[in-house]
């Protein structure tokens, strides 16, 4: 399969669906993701990543139950894929190897 490049924001939205185990819906991966990082994330932006990841295979989605708090209206749940998996792993590696490559000088202001 082709490799497939993500952009920070839809990294950063691919990790928060693994984070949130079967939470992951628009709502909660907005607020994760202002909390986790304190930059500010609106709905459309999450919900325009998410459909990006669909497309590309990163993650897949269903609808939940119907819950009370909604007024009886179903979330979608997103979750990752072997694909986005292995995404995520080539990410890591690529930074690593990278990171790997700086000056020491350089490293112990990373904190690595």
């Given at each position: 399969?082709?490799?497939?490049?993500?952009?920070?924001?839809?990294?950063?939205?691919?990790?928060?669906?693994?984070?949130?185990?079967?939470?992951?819906?628009?709502?909660?991966?907005?607020?994760?993701i202002?909390?986790?990082?304190?930059?500010?994330?609106?709905?459309?932006?999450?919900?325009?990543?998410?459909?990006?990841?669909?497309?590309?295979?990163?993650?897949?989605?269903?609808?939940?139950?119907?819950?009370a708090?909604?007024?009886?209206?179903?979330?979608?749940?997103?979750?990752?894929?072997a694909?986005?998996?292995?995404?995520?792993?080539?990410?890591?590696?690529?930074?690593?190897?990278?990171?790997?490559?700086?000056?020491?000088?350089?490293?112990?202001?990373?904190?690595?």
């Amino acid at each position: 399969m082709k490799r497939t490049y993500l952009g920070e924001f839809e990294e950063i939205v691919l990790l928060t669906v693994v984070a949130l185990e079967g939470n992951a819906y628009g709502v909660a991966l907005t607020h994760y993701i202002t909390e986790q990082t304190g930059r500010s994330a609106r709905l459309n932006q999450v919900h325009a990543a998410l459909h990006r990841l669909e497309e590309k295979g990163m993650v897949t989605s269903c609808l939940g139950e119907a819950t009370a708090e909604r007024g009886g209206r179903r979330k979608r749940l997103f979750t990752i894929t072997a694909y986005g998996e292995q995404t995520l792993l080539d990410i890591q590696a690529v930074r690593s190897q990278l990171i790997n490559q700086l000056p020491r000088t350089l490293k112990p202001s990373l904190n690595l």
